[in-house]
């Protein structure tokens, strides 16, 4: 085998895109060797082709073969400097894809000894995904539109994640591993890869019971750790449509589809949502708040205000300081009423969490200047959701504003939950550092809701946990497990420095049982709900204090 083919720098180049393959040419030997990808992709028997100049031909469309021939014979016989030409080229499962092939002859001597070039898939439109093999989503409109037949569309649940822990090549891995599971589940169906990390199942002849069957089969292998050649345990998602109408486009089963797997990933317990009337309501619902949301914002955060609830002292139960809490009243009265539970994740779906952002901080560090005079150790605590700290102007501006109203960074803290381990891990670390650097305190929110363990919290510097509400609520002598869970979580606590918040303190109860545990601050409606600012102030008259925060 000619050893000038096997060199590292081929290696290397092999490996750079998913639809860009090379080959070369020792002329000498009339031996081609083709990269990895080539092989796959055309099905090639392996990477080494003699003769490569009648064998080739054979891959090409019968209709190209002239125009292909005419250009690099103009190459080979030196009147023409380049081979540069579009074709279409059959690949593995039979069908043509359109490539783009440039190659040169690379001479020593004034003698040609190599050709060498790259040939890249120029089929956007390509009929098969050249990862999975699988077809595109481009031929998912020439699937027939017959009632009764349905569509499946699968997602993997925190892909983002999946690829940037263990990098892109992994995550390849794990796309190509749930391809090969769908396509043998469904074998008699037609699979998709539908985008980066969406599967469509289109099947005519399995019932709506079957389909989720198989599906939970399929759910049931990702879900077991180690399951295929390294591949660590992942969860996936799916939503469920059957068509219809004969009438309705692909386009909008498609966005049913969507609409279900997404509900389906809303709801920790099911993995598999069928399209319903009830997924319909609930996105025209949303759709009429994001837009509304939108408008407010525009119109200088009309209808947004903050209300405050006072973080107690463990001692005497005197106010050491406040939550700030984001409440809006739409002005469309379709609308009704709109908790934070509900417009906020609209808000960081719609990316407008950024602006509101900025409000809720200016707002709340202006409302704490006010407060100082009278209060000088008092805290203001609000909450940020993932997507500012990925603004870079975010991190600065809270500084800019402490020192515009004239407060001390000490008295800020800033409350993320626990998602935010989950998203770009530098960054967060980055953001914690310089924001701790000027005195302003991190607090954990909801901690023990996900499954964040200590190691992970430990990976980035907080200064505060605040303890879920659902650990909280229930706590009663008799409650064995969650009394275990916050003893322990408020031993390891101390033991690492954090401060500890107990969020949900309803009773007095509640408050009996937990001052055996060393917590730093107790929040709930036993002290007061979140106010008003008029109302807090009052709150502050009448139980404000004059200690620091712990
Ligand atoms: P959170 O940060 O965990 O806020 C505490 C929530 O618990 C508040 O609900 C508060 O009213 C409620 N709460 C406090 N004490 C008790 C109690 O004793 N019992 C019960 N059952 N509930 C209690 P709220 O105001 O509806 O806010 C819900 C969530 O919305 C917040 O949960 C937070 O995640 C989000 N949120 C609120 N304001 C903002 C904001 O300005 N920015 C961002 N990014 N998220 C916000
Ligand atoms: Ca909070
Ligand atoms: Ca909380």
Redesign the pocket.
Known sequence: MSSSLNNYLFDAFSNASDDIYIYVTDLHEDLTRWSGGAVEFFGLENEYMYDVKTRWIDYIHPDDRDMYIEDISGVFNGTKPQHNCEYRVRNRSGAYSWVECRGSMVYEDGQPVFFAGLMTRIDNQSKYDGLTHLLTAYELPKAPIIPSASILLVGIDNFRMINSRHGILYGNRVLKYLADLLSSEFSDETVYRFSGDEFVVYSTHLSIDELKYRFEKIYLTCNIAENYEGIESFSISAGLVEIPSADTSMMDIVGFAELSLADAKEHSTQHLSVYSSEIKKKHIRRTKISEELISSIRNNYEGFH??Y?PLMGSYGSRVVGA?????WEPENPEIGEC???EF?PIL?KNEG?VD??YF?MKESIRQLSEWQEKFPYLHIS????YL?LQDPLFVPSILKTCKLYNVDPHNIIM?L?ESILATDIELVRESFRILRSQGIRIAL??FGTGNTSFWTVHSVDIDIL?LD?AYV?TLCENNKIDLAIVESISIMCNRLGYDLIA????TDEIRNVLQQFEITAY????FS??LTPDKFEAFLDENGSNYAFR
């Open positions: 903050l209300e609830q939550e700030t809490l984001l409440r908790s934070p539970e906020i960081e969490i509101v952002g809720v609000f909450n940020v959701s500012q409350e939950t929110d909801d605040k509400q609520r969020e949900g303190v309803e929040q709930g409606f036993l709900r979140p």
